[in-house]
Structure formats: structure tokens, C-alpha cells
């Protein structure tokens, strides 16, 4: 396979891998589903292949999925199914695709976005330009005051200075933090693991405030890793149930 890096930040060679598996509670096969006459996979694909900072190889649980990427001319590796979580399915593919340990940068993209905007994976790896960083993610303000009290929206608590874009994650709750006034922040799933970074957090054992909030992110904060949030205006629209999918088709299809 043959990985050729594009545009990336200073000192920084990135990757894009995007865990893919068929297994969907509410909306099983969705990474085949047909979204304006590609599967929604191959739309995910295509938008990080537009944002330009590296290489995109999706990281397959199933043959099926390895098939249409390499169908619509991108770059796969299929992974053992029974992985407990993306970060473990990522970690098997960047061992797969570079051995030599080429890339210093993994982001982590999931595979539901295919109506993602390419400058907000270009602001995932932005928080690795320091190097004290261990992991990178991205947050946005939340706006609905229905999301703030709502355990399924997960709140970052990173305290932003003025005019800053970048701040460091103290801490990630479904619960209403922090208190008192000021913006809440949602949290949105797409992580930049410095190498070192990923390979040290799979070794981890799940946390105990892991299990209680039911959030992978504070397996690294227990154990000390640092992690910092770039700000983006808004939070990607994910595809999770068939209303979902009827809507990114309607995006798309304009």
C-alpha cells in the first residue's frame, strides 16, 4: 500500500484512519448505506481526503466495507472484528499500513460524518502544534439550552482565554459542567493521538471515572495524559438513525 503525505503542520506527519464496522444498533450496515450514489463510508472518505493534511485509510471490520473503499479508489485494511473500541481498530491499521513508523500524528475520524466540512479535521491535529500535548479533539459551544442538561451530549471542561481557539481538557462529563456562568462546551468525538500518544493508551486499562461516565477520553486523563481542545463553530452532523441518513442524503443530493 502506498501512503503519500500532503499538506500538514510543522513538524507534524499526520494520518487520518476511520474505523469502520458494519454493527449498528439503530442503524445496522450503516457504513454502506448509499448517500447521493456512494456509500456513506466512501463520503467520509472523500471529506478527509479534502481536508489535505495526510493520508486516509480506512481501518474495515468487515471485508465488505475493505471492498467498496478500494471500489471508489481509496486506500483500506480490514482489522480484526472483535476490537471493544475505534481507538484499538485505528491502532491495528497504522501497525498494518506503517510499520516504519512514518506518521507521528493519527486523527482518529469516525465514520458517520459523511457531510463533514474539511476545515474541521484540519483543526483536530492544530492542539499537537505544542508538544507537551499528548491527544488533540475538538469542542464547540453549545447553543441549545436543551443540550445542556442532556447526558447524551457530552460536555469538555476547558477554560478558553480571551481570543484563544486551543485550550487544555481538565475534564468530560455528561453532566452540567462546569457550574456557574459562562459557555458550556459540547465535545465532539474526533481525537488526534500523537503516536506515542495512541500506543501508550491502548496498553491503559478502562478508568474508574471511565466506566462511571461511560467515556473512553478519561482513560488518559486518569492517567495523566494531557489532552487539548481546538474551538470550531459547530458540531458535525453524524449519522446515527434512518432519519439521519435521509437527511445527509438531502444535503448531499443539493
Known sequence: MSLTPTLNPPALNPIVIIPARMASTRLPGKPLADIAGLPMIVQVLKRAEEANIGPVVVACAEPEILEAIESAGGQAVLTNPDHP?????????????????????????????PVLEPSVVQAAVKPLADENVDIATLVAEIVEEDEKT?????????????????????????????????????????????????????????????????????????????IDAALVDTVPFGVDTPQDLERARTILAG
Open 150 to 226: 442532556n447526558p447524551n451530549v457530552v460536555k469538555a471542561v476547558v477554560g478558553f482565554g480571551k481570543g484563544q481557539d486551543v485550550g487544555r481538557a481538565l475534564y468530560f462529563s455528561r453532566s452540567t459542567v462546569p457550574y456557574g456562568e459562562g459557555p458550556l462546551y459540547h465535545h465532539i468525538g474526533i481525537y488526534a493521538y500523537r503516536r506515542t500518544a495512541l500506543e501508550q493508551f491502548v496498553e491503559l486499562n478502562p478508568g474508574v471515572l471511565e466506566q462511571r461516565e461511560r467515556l473512553e477520553q478519561l482513560r488518559a486523563l486518569e492517567n495523566g495524559m494531557r
Open 85 to 113: 473500541s475505534g481507538s484499538d481498530r485505528i491502532f491495528e491499521a497504522l501497525q498494518k499500513v506503517d510499520p516504519d513508523k512514518q506518521y507521528n500524528a493519527i486523527v482518529n475520524l469516525q465514520g458517520d460524518l
